[in-house]
């Protein structure tokens, strides 16, 4: 923004807002996680600061915990065990960026205690009796839940025409290396795939199960929108995709909707969009920063 505004709001007396430090615990020391702390790091998330760290994989945690204590910075605590993240002083957030089974782990810990909880793994949030727990526990504790956009766009007119929507459906096209360890994609593991080919058709309830790692923006959309028994779903792996491509198509009394996001996978891990964790850091800056906000 331009320096003359706030010069000019000093001058009449008015004082600059100074948002306060927003202390984060972070689930998941992978290159999702990574990524998300180095951005923090670099105060591209506000007044966001990494102040402790959980990952079950011991060597990948003190990695990063001494990465982000170099060059001055101070050390991020290394916990044992989330109980053990979630009560470090002055904790205000936890982010999950580990897993759907991490987020069903650890959630109603992490929320019980009143911190609110960042989650990336939106697949897991899909089941109706785990939503409705977390969501009771969070209300009870004064918390709150967030789920970024993740790897696609479109997500405030879903939920703008909530009520509104006939039809969703959201088409996933990923290259075969993208699926490799999906239980969706266990009968295609040894067989070359040369064209675009159908993996799943189904709904984002089973989807999410099935492709744990790989349809999260399923999980996001179907919440958004119409629901998870309702929401469309294909997975198409295709060697010469351009990258991790969701269409979404949605017919409603308020009109039609479409997008297309053609996303170029993470460098350090293809089952994730880049897009993913710019939306991450993007929700996380906006929870940080009071202020004009576009959207949602």
Sequence with gaps: MNSD?????????????????????????GSMGSELARAVQRGEAGSAKIIGLFDEYQPGRTALANELGSNGNSKPVEAETVSDLVN??????????????????????????????????????????????????????????????????????????????????????????SLTGAPGFADWEDKEITQATVIYEGSATEAVGLFPANVNVAATVSMAGIGPDATKVRVVADPNSPGNVHEINAVSKAGKFSFRFENMPHETNPKTSFLAVLAAIETLRSICEPGLRIGT
């Design 5 to 29: 505004f706030f010069n000019d709001l000093r001058e009449s007396g008015v004082q600059e807002v100074v948002p306060e430090q927003v202390n984060v615990g972070l689930i998941g020391c």
């Design 88 to 177: 470090q002083p002055n904790l205000d957030l936890v982010i999950e960026c580990a897993s759907q089974a991490a987020v069903v782990a650890h959630a109603e810990t992490v929320l019980s205690a009143g911190k609110s909880m960042l989650v990336m793994s939106s697949g897991a949030m899909i089941s109706p009796d785990f939503m409705r727990t977390v969501s009771a526990m969070a209300e009870k504790s004064g918390a709150s839940i967030y789920i970024p956009s993740g790897a696609v766009g479109g997500i405030d007119a879903l939920r703008a025409s909530k009520a509104l929507l006939k039809e969703v459906t959201i088409v996933s096209t990923k290259k075969p290396i």
